[in-house]
């Protein structure tokens, strides 16, 4: 091509010498005319034309992993590709100008293949977010980590072009001053190892709820990335947790919880220990006749009445529409307190959605307290001041009787 362009310019009257600006005024613009036809020709037809084909497949992953972003990135690829082509053709290897003009050609062409690389990364997160075997495991940081190695190769190689020193030169520079990389990166390996572990053990997936007081987060996992997981508090506030501090400290996720159907119920009411008697002959025989005695062993003649409220309870709960069958039902004593003696209540609801959840709490204990007095029993409480004013109400009445 360069004894081609000579003699063309020879032919109409100029000169051919390489040195002359006429010379490289005609081949580089000759040379960039051919790079903006091939560079609008595959924008406007090849990239078109790819987009069709792929539109006419039945899969879907081709339309996640060829997206328009990397397919623009592909057709960026193309005038670098032509200028290390036509450059040696058009002039002669050595020219001081020639090679730095192919020097910022190599540069930019390596910036192009990274950012290729660094999108070709994206397309395949999207991907596996749309596999159902994939897209609940924390995968970000592993893709933000190999575009972080994409960009430190890059950077690498650019170097060693800009010294003309081999890129393994270069990689010896930094083994020397590992340790300080590794300092500066801390937070990215820490980062990087701590999301490997929560994948491969199955710790946490976006979506989970997650409660970590340390960090004052109880909430949603939105994002698990290599530096931050993020966590979407009730109150719609982010908060921010090092993945690592995942690993290292102790946290509590509700997935079981979401994935059981039912949501745990484990609450106390006191009672009075002074209330809890045995049964009177009237009190059997209208707990006879209701049929809260059912399943209760009548071997004994004596009957406590909080033993006949436990029956209750339990019947209660087996029988409530929103209380989940399938899980745990339980009534049990505790140990004694200065407060009474607490019965807890043990079940599940049968979802998991908060509101819910709270108003069959409610519902539950409400009708607890009203119908303890049915079985003789008071719910325990410590004593206010209108109790004391009662009382010294009838003391006063008392004396003004006896003083009549």
Known sequence: MNETVKSWLHAIGISGDENHWVYWTITLVVIGAIVFLADVLCRRLLVPLVKQLIKRTRSSWDDVLFS???????????????????????????????????????????????????????????????????????????????????????????????????????????????????????????GLV????????????????????????????????????????????????????????????????????????KRSVYIDMRSISFCTEEQLAEFERKGWLDGIEREDKFIVNLHVFRNYLEDYLRKHHRVNQKLTIMVRQLQPTAQGLPLELYFFSDGTDWIPYEHLQSEIFEHVFAVLPTFGLRVFQSPMGIDFSKQDSGNLGLELGEHS
């Open 68 to 190: 328009d972003a990397l397919l623009k990135d592909i057709t960026r690829l193309v005038p670098p590709i032509l200028i290390f082509v036509l450059f040696p053709m058009a002039f002669t290897s050595g020219h001081p100008m020639v090679e730095f003009l192919l020097k910022v050609n190599a540069i930019y062409f390596i910036v192009v293949v990274a950012k290729l690389l660094c999108t070709f990364l994206t397309s395949l997160y999207d991907l596996s977010n749309r596999q159902n075997t994939l897209k609940n495991h924390p995968l970000k940081g592993v893709y933000q980590m190999l575009k972080i190695v994409v960009i430190c190769v890059a950077l690498i190689v650019i170097v060693s072009v800009l010294i003309d020193k081999n890129p393994g030169y270069i990689l010896t520079a930094l083994g020397a001053s590992a340790a300080v990389l590794m300092l500066v990166f801390k937070d990215m390996i820490l």
């Open 194 to 265: 701590a999301g490997v572990q929560l994948s491969a053990n199955d710790m946490l997936r976006p979506g989970d709820w997650i409660s970590m007081p340390k960090y004052g987060a109880d909430g949603d996992v939105i994002e698990v990335t290599l530096t931050t997981v993020k966590v979407q508090n009730w109150d719609k506030t982010i908060t921010t947790i090092p993945p690592y501090a995942l690993v290292s400290d102790s946290f509590q996720n509700w997935r079981g919880m979401k994935e059981s159907g039912g949501r745990r119920v």
